[in-house]
């Protein structure tokens, strides 16, 4: 059954969370060697780590068709995740939606490579409500003009999406850091995971690449039951009444979102983010 949020410092989190993020924050220890995904829910992580999995293994496709996508990349913000990134070894691979000021700081002291995945926030509106009326785990949007309301506010899973991305937009220039887009992957895909294996420090052949590239698809990924969460435990999501690979698009924003609603979200859009650089977005 559906509850109310878990409400950490004033952002609502699903009750799975660790409820003291606060000793994750001190106590974890990043390490040198480590790959960590980071975003905003529905912003593109799943398919972000398909790509580093794969870049990993060089192509090769048996680890992401063996094993679940949530078990070679844990989400530390989980007890289930924490346990299983400190039984890896290097290089360890996770994933997290934590806003930068409840990540675990030794973040900012490492060597570790991040990337950061970002989406249009309007399309991510439209996916953040056809994935949260489907959970079990946390109370559920009776319509989507509400779900858009809470957005607005801040009222969902990891709080403001203008918070989370300006927060972690402090630290684009760092070597160590990169940003990418959802919008950019559906551009050019191939252009795209050469960024990210560069960044990464694997050098692909191209028979490696081609198969990374095969692999990838959103069909693909639907396909392989690994990946597109259809073996997440009934408890969590009503699979009846949802799949979580939907349409995988960039775009779908404009057939869900009306006039009035659109104008109220670029009100928002431009007070939230006045003062970051022109043309840092695509969607811009």
Known sequence: MATDYLWIEGIPFHWTT???????????????QDVITLSYPKSGTNWIKEITNLIHTRGDPSWVQSVVSWERSPWIETPEGLELIEKQGDPRSYTSHLPVHLFPT???TSKA?????????????????HFHKTLKITKNPSSFEEYFEWFLRGNVPFGSWFDHVGGWLQMRGKENFLFISYEELHQDIRASVEKISRFLGTEL????????????????MKDNKMSNFSLVPDIHIDH?????????????WKNQLTVAQTEAFDRVYREKMAGLPPGLFPWD
């Open 106 to 108: 030794s973040l900012f």
């Open 205 to 220: 052949n191209p028979e490696e690449m081609d198969s990374v590239l095969q692999h990838v698809t959103f069909q693909a």
């Open 240 to 252: 009846s009444n949802m799949r979580f690979m939907r349409k995988g698009i960039a775009g779908d």
């Open 18 to 32: 660790i409820r003291d993020l606060r000793s994750l924050r001190d106590g974890f220890l990043v390490r040198d």
């Open 113 to 129: 490579k991040v990337i950061y995945i970002m989406r249009n926030p309007r399309d991510v509106i439209v996916s953040g409500y």
